[in-house]
């Protein structure tokens, strides 16, 4: 977990792509907010998760907000969640 999400925080969902080097992690705040964050993971980091943007100080109502602003901003994230549901599908 990044510093950049609070200990508080409890993180729902965390798909992230193929290679395992980008992943969104959508979380709940204990006021009942939801928010998501970007984050990469490059050799030269030694392995730890990076944040990309500041995405996680905006605030949703739900977690389908959330997860709905997430992929309008990811530009990676449609892509990683409509294979994976396709998947499922099958």
Partial sequence: MSSRLDKSWKVLASPSTASVDRCVDIF???DGTYGFEEFRRDPEDGGFWTPVAY????????EAEAL???RERVPWLSDVLDARNETDRT
């Fill in 55 to 62: 995405f996680s100080g905006q605030c949703y109502d739900t």
């Fill in 28 to 30: 709940l705040r204990p």
């Fill in 68 to 70: 709905a602003a997430a």
